[in-house]
């Protein structure tokens, strides 16, 4: 009797493990520009941990938080939701959309950094990288401006959007920030 018990205990912490394993990207959620750590880096990251975790049976290693000086909401790693607070349409293809940070956040990008934004279209996930518009230094929002292709996949989904809606965005990425005067 004792062997069962311990046997079903040995079964349902494997269980609870496999349930913890990162989950692998989607290649479509890749956006293919080269970011730096890419969804795939990230992923492997994880699951390194994940695996360090289960050999050490302490799951305690896998919530550790990593310290990380912040500007804004945003990170390279997870996605995170933004209020759209504005819409103008300046072409019949383009739109210039504002996102709400929080009052005193900015995004603190330098130029040459972009943003990695998901939405899903039909049932698949899609990414495709933007770089804002609106200052680096600007607190309390950021600007995207966006063009909007016939048979794009992202433009169907910005297309659905109105102000209230949140998109999701993960960043900044950027390996050729811009330096004056260089």
């Known amino acids: 009797m004792m062997e069962e018990e311990e046997e079903e205990e040995e079964e349902e912490d494997e269980e609870s493990w496999l349930r913890l394993r990162p989950i692998e990207p989607l290649p479509s959620q890749c956006c293919g520009c080269g970011c730096k750590p890419c969804i795939f880096d990230n992923y492997y990251q994880e699951l390194d941990r994940w695996e360090k975790a289960r050999a050490k049976k302490d799951k305690s290693l896998l919530w550790r938080k990593k310290e990380e000086p912040c500007l804004s909401e945003l990170n390279q790693e997870t996605f995170k939701a933004f209020r759209i607070s504005a819409m103008e349409q300046l072409t019949d293809d383009t739109c210039q959309v504002r996102f709400e940070l929080p009052e005193s956040k900015r995004l603190g990008l330098s130029p040459g950094q972009h943003l990695i934004l998901r939405g899903t279209v039909n ?30 996949l992202m433009s169907q989904h910005v297309k659905s959007w109105k102000v209230g809606d949140t998109a999701f965005w993960r960043g900044p990425f950027g390996g050729f920030p811009y330096k004056p005067n260089q």
């Open 123 to 152: 049932g698949l996930e899609v990414q495709r990288a933007y770089t804002p518009i609106s200052c680096g230094n600007v607190e309390g929002y950021f600007e995207v401006l966006i063009k909007c292709y016939e048979t794009g």
